[in-house]
């Protein structure tokens, strides 16, 4: 089955600067990776994804890389913000069965 | 608000006992997903149905089951409670069961075993 890897575990930035969050899968077959943020006592909620057929997509601030030759993505979000603090997953899927990262700590201080 | 509606919020319980949690998905939504997370595992894919029958498993363990009824809401039914069943129990729901279907989390059941 698909087993995805996240890196790092914990990432503390200041206000202003960018974060990036990356992630491995090993699943060739896996073909929508998206990511979600948690904040403290809610689930998970979608905020960007990409599927296979695609490089890069961007959302104001937030962008996803795909490299399907290297089975590795990340997110990456600038002029970060305090309430951009929380925790991160990627996630990778093919059909019913999607994998989550163990999830990135982002602390971005004032 | 993602239109997904888990209850109750926290249950405390005793080891042995059984536990039922419940979620309602967003309107419209046939599937349900359900996730374990802990601090250790991260969210783990327990089990997910589809319209009423179930459609994927993953991690389960023997001593947990889950349903979806007829309205669509769905349970998740924790017999035999272990210490290590402690965790945040989460519900997704989506649209259908397609390739790279959105997920809507709820804001999931935090399970205290002691």
């Known amino acids: 089955g698909e087993n995805v890897e996240q890196h790092p575990s914990t990432l503390s930035v200041q206000e202003g600067d960018s974060a990036v969050i990356k992630c491995t899968y090993s699943?060739?077959?896996?073909?929508?990776f998206p990511w979600y943020k948690q904040e403290l006592g809610k689930g998970p909620q979608l905020i960007i994804d990409?599927?296979?057929?695609?490089g890069e997509k961007k959302d104001q601030r937030i962008a996803v890389t795909l490299n399907k030759t290297a089975k590795h993505f990340s997110l990456h979000i600038t002029e970060t913000q305090p309430e951009d603090s929380a925790v991160y997953f990627c996630?990778?899927?093919?059909?019913?069965?999607?994998?989550f990262g163990a999830g990135t700590r982002l602390t971005v201080k004032p | 608000d993602s239109g997904v509606t888990q209850t109750p919020k926290h249950l405390i319980t005793a080891t042995g006992q059984r536990v039922t949690l419940r979620c309602s998905p967003r309107?419209?939504?046939?599937?349900v997903y359900w996730y374990q997370q802990s601090l250790d595992q991260g969210l783990q894919f327990l089990i997910q149905?589809?319209?009423?029958?179930?459609?994927a498993k993953g991690n389960i363990l023997e001593r947990f089951s889950a349903q979806q009824f007829p309205d669509l809401h769905s349970e998740l039914n924790l017999s035999s409670l272990e210490l290590g069943d402690s965790a945040l129990y989460f519900c997704?729901?989506?649209?259908?069961?397609?390739?790279?279907?959105?997920?809507?989390f709820g804001s999931g059941t935090q399970l205290s075993v002691l």
């Open positions: 996630a990778a899927s093919y059909g019913n069965d999607m994998r």
């Open positions: 997704a729901s989506s649209p259908s069961t397609g390739i790279g279907e959105k997920l809507f």
């Open positions: 309107s419209g939504d046939l599937s």
């Open positions: 699943d060739s077959a896996s073909n929508y």
């Open positions: 149905y589809y319209n009423g029958e179930e459609r």
């Open positions: 990409i599927r296979s057929n695609v």
